[in-house]
């Protein structure tokens, strides 16, 4: 069973900095789009960041610039760096794993999320 386990959320300034961290088990990491998504009291959830299987990654236009996805494959690890962080950045962020097979199956996973607050 795939497991994945957020952690580094937390309260901090305008203009801060915080790390999230996405450790994944069960399942071969590598081969996993990794993607984090945020959802805001009374919106809609939305996705802020996508690393592939292939390397490439792609950023919310709200998020460039600001935010840094990266993922160490040797250690089932995703990574969400957020920096010049702002008040709309307040959300719950969730990691998320996606994969589709050759035969149209699809795999996706989702971490329990961890509350982000950013204070003016």
């Known amino acids: 069973q795939v497991q994945l386990v957020e952690s580094g959320g937390g309260l901090v300034q305008a203009g801060g900095s915080l790390r999230l961290s996405c450790a994944v088990s069960?399942?071969?990491?590598?081969?996993?789009?990794m993607s984090w998504y945020r959802q805001a009291a009374g919106k809609q959830r939305e996705r802020v960041a996508v690393?592939?299987?292939?390397?490439?990654?792609n950023y919310a236009d709200s998020v460039k610039g600001r935010f840094t996805i990266s993922r160490d494959n040797a250690k089932n690890t995703v990574f969400l760096q957020m920096s010049s962080l702002r008040p709309e950045d307040t959300a719950v962020y969730y990691c998320?794993?996606?994969?589709?097979?050759?035969?149209?199956?699809?795999?996706?996973?989702w971490g329990q999320g961890t509350q982000v607050t950013v204070s003016s």
């Open positions: 690393s592939t299987s292939g390397g490439s990654t």
């Open positions: 998320n794993a996606f994969r589709a097979t050759v035969y149209g199956g699809t795999y996706d996973y």
């Open positions: 069960g399942s071969i990491f590598s081969i996993y789009a």
